[in-house]
């Protein structure tokens, strides 16, 4: 099996009440970026103006090629306070969950996480999403 070509992995905080730097301050670092319900910002990818639905504080990992999401989700955490107390107050308020993209250079690539890693994950109440990327593959041209 070969390794996933590279992977982004970003730790996601959001709630309608959400004040950004409250949970800076809870966790002991800044967001990468962040937002306020009603708030207006720049999207990253559109660069269009939109309302924000929802707040949010985002923290993004360092991209890595080839995946290394344990490495990832220890370069999060290990920014953020390990005290499972105040984890346990931000998950009863507000979902939290790590968003990771997985791109394929090729298919039936793979990947594996760490047990260390998921019980991270699940002591802070972290769901862990995965997105998938295929390799880009051209399209046929249709025959004349």
Not at 91 to 105: E, P, Q, S, T
Request: glycine letters at 12%.
């Amino acid at each position: 099996m070969a390794h996933v070509d590279h992977s982004a992995a970003t730790l996601r905080i959001g709630g309608d009440d959400l004040y950004p730097p409250e949970i800076s301050a809870l966790l002991g670092h800044a967001a990468s970026q962040e937002q306020v319900k009603g708030e207006m910002y720049v999207g990253k990818v559109t660069g269009r103006s939109r309302t924000a639905k929802t707040g949010m504080w985002r923290l993004e990992a360092t991209d890595a090629a080839p995946e290394n999401l344990d490495g990832q989700i220890a370069e999060l955490l290990g920014k953020l306070t390990g005290n499972l107390s105040v984890w346990a107050h931000i998950a009863a308020r507000y979902k939290i969950d790590l968003f990771c993209g997985l791109f394929m250079n090729v298919s039936n690539e793979g990947l594996s996480i760490s047990a260390e890693s998921l019980k991270a994950l699940g002591e802070r109440g972290i769901e862990l999403g995965l997105d998938i990327y295929g390799p880009d593959v051209p399209e046929e041209k249709e025959n004349a």
